[in-house]
C-alpha cells in the first residue's frame, strides 16, 4: 500500500471519527451522565434507592460473595447532582490537558484502574477493620486523576470553591490531609469515602513517579523486518544527480522495497500524532521521517 492511499489522505473524517475525535475524557463523562439519568428515572439517586444503584454499588458483604463488578461499576454511580458535577468537572478540566500528553487509550485504562484499585484498597481495609458500607461514586479516580495533574502542571492557579485561588498542588495536598484526618477518624463524616479518596491519590502518585503505560501492558509490539546496512562509495567528482543515480542502482530491488516499508509503517504514528495535536508536537526526527516520506512519494510520481 502506497503513502497516497493511507486513511489521512482522503476527503475528510466519518462522522464515527467526528465522534471519537472527542476525546476519552468526554466520552466518560456522556456515559456517566446517561448513567446518573438511569438512575433518576429508575429510581432516586443514593446506593438503596434505585434497581441500577442497588446493583452497581460499592458494597463491602456482596464483594465478599463474589460481586466482583462492584469494584469497578461505582466509578459510573453517583449519589446526586452536586457529587456528580463536581467529579465531573475536575475530570474534564485535569483529564482533557492530561490526555494530551498519555492519549485517550491510556487516560481511560488510567481512570478505570485507578478507581479499581481505590475501591480494591476500601475493601480490604474494611475487611481487616470488620466494616461493611454501601458506596458509590468516581471520587477515587478523580483523585488519581488529579493528584497526576498536579505533578504536570503544580503552579496551574485553581479557584477553591470558585473564589480562592491557590496552585492545583496546594489542593490536592489540603484534600489529601483532610481525607487522611478523616480515615483516622478526626472528621467523622458516613458520606464520605475517606479511604477511596486516599487509594486513588497514591495510586496516581505512583502512576506518575513509575512512568508506568497501561495500555502498553495489553498491546504488542509492531515489529519490522530488518533494513540491511549498506556502505556505498561514490567518487567525489560525481554530480548530484549521477550520485542518485548510482545509489539507487547499488541498492538491491528487495532492500528498497523493505526500507520503503519500514519508512511507511513509520509514517502511520507520525500522521497520527500530528493529526491529534498537531505539527508543533513533532520531534526532530518525526520531521525527519515526514520529510524522507515526502521525497518518497514525490519519486512515485514521477
Given amino acids: 500500500m502506497g503513502i497516497q492511499d493511507r486513511d489521512y489522505y482522503r476527503d475528510g473524517p466519518s462522522l464515527l471519527d467526528r465522534v471519537g475525535q472527542q476525546g476519552a475524557a468526554v466520552w466518560l463523562i456522556g456515559i456517566t451522565a446517561v448513567v446518573f439519568l438511569l438512575q433518576a428515572i ?4 443514593g446506593p438503596t434507592s434505585s434497581p441500577l444503584t442497588i446493583w452497581g454499588s460499592y458494597d463491602t458483604a456482596s464483594i465478599q460473595q ?23 468537572l475536575c475530570l474534564f478540566w485535569a483529564g482533557r490537558r492530561l490526555e494530551e500528553i498519555y492519549g485517550s487509550r491510556e487516560l481511560a485504562a488510567f481512570y478505570l484502574l485507578a478507581g479499581l484499585v481505590a475501591n480494591l484498597v476500601n475493601l480490604v481495609v474494611e475487611v481487616l477493620s470488620g466494616v461493611d458500607s454501601r458506596a458509590l461514586g468516581a471520587s477515587g479516580a478523580v483523585m488519581g486523576i488529579l493528584v497526576v495533574f498536579a505533578c504536570h502542571f503544580p503552579h496551574q492557579k485553581v479557584l477553591l470553591f470558585f473564589i480562592l ?36 491519590a497514591g495510586f496516581g502518585l505512583l502512576y506518575y513517579h513509575t512512568g508506568l503505560r ?40 528487495g532492500a528498497t522495497a523493505v526500507a520503503d516499508e519500514y519508512l511507511e509503517a513509520k509514517l502511520d504514528a507520525v500522521l497520527e500524532k500530528v493529526a491529534k495535536f498537531g505539527q508543533a508536537s513533532l520531534t526532530s526526527e518525526e520531521r525527519e521521517i515526514l520529510f524522507r516520506a515526502s521525497e518518497l512519494y514525490k519519486k512515485r510520481r514521477r
Fill in 42 to 45: 429508575t429510581g432516586q439517586p
Fill in 66 to 88: 463474589g460481586e466482583l463488578w462492584r469494584l469497578v461499576t461505582p466509578i459510573f454511580l453517583h449519589s446526586g447532582l452536586w457529587h456528580l458535577f463536581f467529579n465531573m
Fill in 165 to 200: 485561588p491557590m496552585p492545583v498542588w496546594l489542593l490536592v495536598v489540603l484534600f489529601a490531609v483532610l481525607d487522611l484526618l478523616g480515615a483516622l477518624g478526626a472528621r467523622p463524616d458516613d458520606n464520605i469515602g475517606f479511604m477511596v479518596h486516599l487509594a486513588g
Fill in 214 to 253: 497501561l495500555t502498553r501492558l495489553f498491546s504488542q509490539p509492531r515489529t519490522y523486518p530488518a533494513v540491511p546496512r549498506l556502505r556505498v562509495t561514490v567518487p567525489p567528482d560525481d554530480s548530484t544527480a549521477e550520485t542518485a543515480q548510482f545509489r539507487e542502482a547499488s541498492l538491491p530491488r
